[in-house]
């Protein structure tokens, strides 16, 4: 899969973060490092159980990719 990453540079500090995984952010001294650090954490995310309340679902939505 691929996500979008914004990346900017403040007082020597590279910050990211993943557009399409809201709450996967790094921050590194250069910028492979953060991208590394944002790649760890979207896999993180993606990989932690979800737990369900009672009576509810989940369902999986497919949006296209746009042209």
């Given amino acids: 899969m691929k996500y979008r990453a914004m ?6 500090w590279w910050i990211g973060w993943l ?10 001294k250069s ?5 590394q650090s944002l ?3 979207a896999q993180d995310m993606l990989s932690t159980p979800v737990t369900f309340e009672e ?11 746009a042209a």
Avoid: R
């Fill in 19 to 28: 557009i399409d995984l809201p709450g996967v952010n790094a921050q590194e």
């Fill in 31 to 35: 910028k492979e490092a953060c991208l």
């Fill in 55 to 65: 009576n509810t679902i989940m369902a999986i939505i497919e949006i296209p990719e």
């Fill in 7 to 12: 990346l900017k540079q403040v007082d020597g």
């Fill in 39 to 41: 790649q760890i954490g």
